[in-house]
Nanobody
Framework: QVQLVESGGGLVQAGGSLRLSCASS????????MGWFRQAPGKEREFVAA????????YYADDVKGRFTISRDNAKNTVYLQMNSLKPEDTAIYYC????????????????????WGQGTQVTVSS
């Protein structure tokens, strides 16, 4: 089984920064995409950022480009999300996700591309 554990969430004022971490453990598994998604109350889960584990190529949602940075540490099996210039609309539960199958027709921004999910970490940005 694969476990993903997020950490680093919290309460921050608008304009502040947070760094989320997602540590993976369990059986050895292939990683293709590692992604971050978020879900605000009453809204659907939405894509934030993703990284191709092997190459480091990154993808971002339009509303976080230039503010968020996804990175990975292959040796630590950990993916990070550095969030700067946070806005109240960034408030949500942030989820880490792993895609352990070779990419098919879906892209890294699609929820159903991923087969393992963490439990989520709350990020609250006050105005």
């Amino acid at each position: 089984q694969v476990q993903l554990v997020e950490s680093g969430g919290g309460l921050v004022q608008a304009g502040g920064s947070l760094r989320l971490s997602c540590a993976s453990s369990g059986r050895t598994f292939s990683r293709y995409y590692m992604g971050w998604f978020r879900q605000a109350p009453g809204k659907e889960r939405e894509f934030v950022a993703a990284v191709i584990w092997s190459s480091g190529r990154t993808y971002y949602a339009d509303d976080v480009k230039g503010r968020f940075t996804i990175s990975r540490d292959n040796a630590k099996n950990t993916v990070y999300l550095q969030m700067n210039s946070l806005k109240p609309e960034d408030t949500a539960i942030y989820y880490c996700a792993a895609d352990t199958y070779p990419p098919g027709v879906r892209g890294p921004d699609e929820v159903y591309e991923y087969d393992y999910w963490g439990q989520g970490t709350q990020v609250t940005v006050s105005s």
